[in-house]
């Protein structure tokens, strides 16, 4: 039986019947869909080499990539579909493709082949054509044919209804290893009921065999995404400069947005339109927070207003067609310069940026570069008497008092998830060593809450973010988001300029 929360509700109550003459009519008089089939995509090639990898890493295993499901945003309506990264990663699809989607390698005796289950676009003398609000191609538009699909990421295609029957095959006898992402109804009751044939698989019976995560697979394929290869790259620095140019569009909309009151929400919508004219959206949800409200690290509820002598904290990030997204944080002055307090604050975020950006560099460990940028921050709380206890103790395993004011960490892998690379171990991640071809972001701030009596009151409601995404090099580093000044000075001097063009 589905689950509640496999499908939408059904309406039928509102729904108005179709004749028998409608039937016949609606059927008639279309053009032939086109012959000719769409270029392949540019990430496949890639995708098939990191499909190579998985394979090595994993033989004589039939291995399951779901792309994830349509999920109810509320009554009958959708949420828009992304599909899973690993997917993604996996067959070079973006955008919206494929929901219900399922990525299948089957072993063979020298590695494994692919094919792609979905659910091709249905003939227009079916009832699924006009009458799906889900799938029907006078709703949601024209969906591929298997061919089609099959072009685009140079992967064999099926059509998902024959996917149970190809997972029951040997499916007694064959090792299979499922990402556990959301799957259709049908296919989930599939892969329970071979989970369940398996006498030697323990499962405790209060969980579905679905929700027991193969945690090595799970692994890999996010270790998968540390290094990045050349298509991955140029891919995160086109959504780098796309960034950086929606950024200057903001500080050109900062005197409309402190007109129109509710401020932070015109931020968002400026930043949002570009996201969406030039990507597939924003990569993460947006948080631009003004005054006091950037001292709440994850403020994305927008509902405040630009005042002149506050700042504004930015911090958003234009995710690709491809779903690679930026992740870039400025803070700026609301009337264009910062105030004496603002400024101090702002300075030591800088150095300790500065800090850790030198710090992220080949053969380096991943945990130095917080190392580096929270040292300069020790130190400032240190030079203006807020720390309670000695720089050395504080930075020392069992101080951590400098947290209070910047509890996050500096830095996280980027790439085609925001926080990518998520379920790697930690040997690879905060303890890995830096190799070309990672990118990570790096990112200190200060933030002293309204509220906090322990700092002076010209202090408090400051918060400042600076953050840059960082491709490690052979040589050292490149700055992908240095397009966009970084110096208070040079912040004040960038937005000057803009105001003045407009």
Not at 40 to 57: G, H, K
Not at 66 to 80: C, E, F, I, M, Q
Not at 83 to 93: D, E, K, N, Q
Request: charged share 25%; with cysteine; proline share 5%.
């Amino acid at each position: 039986m589905a689950r509640v929360s496999d499908r939408r509700p059904e309406l039928p109550n509102r729904q108005i019947p179709f004749s028998d003459a409608f039937k016949k009519f609606i059927v008639e008089g279309w053009a032939p869909y086109p012959r000719r089939l769409p270029d392949q995509l540019p990430a496949a090639v890639w995708a098939r080499r990191r499909r190579e990898r998985v394979s090595a890493q994993f033989p004589g295993e039939r291995l399951i990539i779901p792309a994830g499901g349509l999920k109810v945003r509320s009554n009958d309506t959708d949420y828009r579909f992304r599909p899973h990264s690993a997917f993604a990663h996996l067959t070079g699809l973006g955008t919206d493709r494929e929901p219900d989607a399922v990525l299948v390698l089957e072993p063979t005796d020298s590695g494994h082949d692919a094919t792609l289950y979905f659910k091709p676009r249905a003939p227009r003398d079916s009832e699924e054509f006009y009458a799906d609000s889900r799938f029907g191609e006078l709703w949601v538009g024209r969906r591929p044919s298997l061919q089609e699909l099959s072009a685009l990421c140079d992967i064999p295609c099926a059509a998902i209804s024959e996917l149970p029957e190809h997972l029951r095959k040997d499916g007694d006898t064959v090792s299979m290893r499922i990402l556990a992402v959301d799957l259709d109804h049908e296919i989930r009751d599939v892969v329970e009921e071979i989970h369940s044939s398996r006498p030697a698989l323990e499962v405790d019976q209060e969980h579905s065999a679905i929700a027991e995560t193969d945690h090595e697979f799970a692994v890999a394929l996010s270790e998968l995404r540390l290094i990045k290869d050349r298509f991955e790259i140029d891919q995160m620095r086109e959504a780098c400069q796309q960034t950086a140019a929606a950024f200057e569009a903001v500080v050109a909309g900062i005197p409309e947005a402190v007109r129109r009151g509710r401020g932070e929400r015109w931020i968002e919508g400026i930043f949002g339109l570009h996201a969406r004219h030039v990507g597939n959206a924003v990569g993460y949800d947006t948080i631009a927070a003004a005054g006091e409200h950037a001292c709440t690290l994850h403020w994305i509820r927008n509902d405040g207003e630009l005042r002149e002598g506050e700042m504004l904290l930015l911090d958003a990030g234009i995710e690709l067609d491809s779903l690679y997204t930026a992740d870039v944080t400025r803070t700026l002055p609301i009337s264009g310069t910062f105030s004496n307090e603002q400024r101090m604050v702002y300075d030591a975020v800088f150095e300790a940026q500065q800090a850790g950006i030198a710090a992220a560099r080949p053969g380096a460990k991943f945990s130095e570069v917080h190392k580096a940028a929270v040292a300069v921050i020790a130190r400032h709380l240190d030079t203006w008497g807020l720390l309670p206890v000695s720089v050395a103790e504080s930075l020392g395993d069992q101080g951590g008092q400098h947290r209070r004011w910047m509890v996050h960490g500096t830095s996280h892998h980027l790439g085609i998830d925001v926080h990518d690379c998520a379920q790697a171990r930690i040997e690879n991640y905060r303890e890995g060593i830096l190799q070309p071809g990672m990118i990570i972001t790096v990112e200190p701030g200060l933030y002293f809450k309204p509220d906090d009596e322990l700092v002076p009151k010209s202090l408090r409601g400051i918060g400042v973010r600076i953050e840059d995404d960082i491709l490690i090099t052979a040589a050292g580093n490149e700055n992908l988001t240095a397009r966009l000044p970084r110096s208070s000075a040079d912040v004040e001097a960038w937005m000057s300029a803009v105001w003045e063009s407009l």
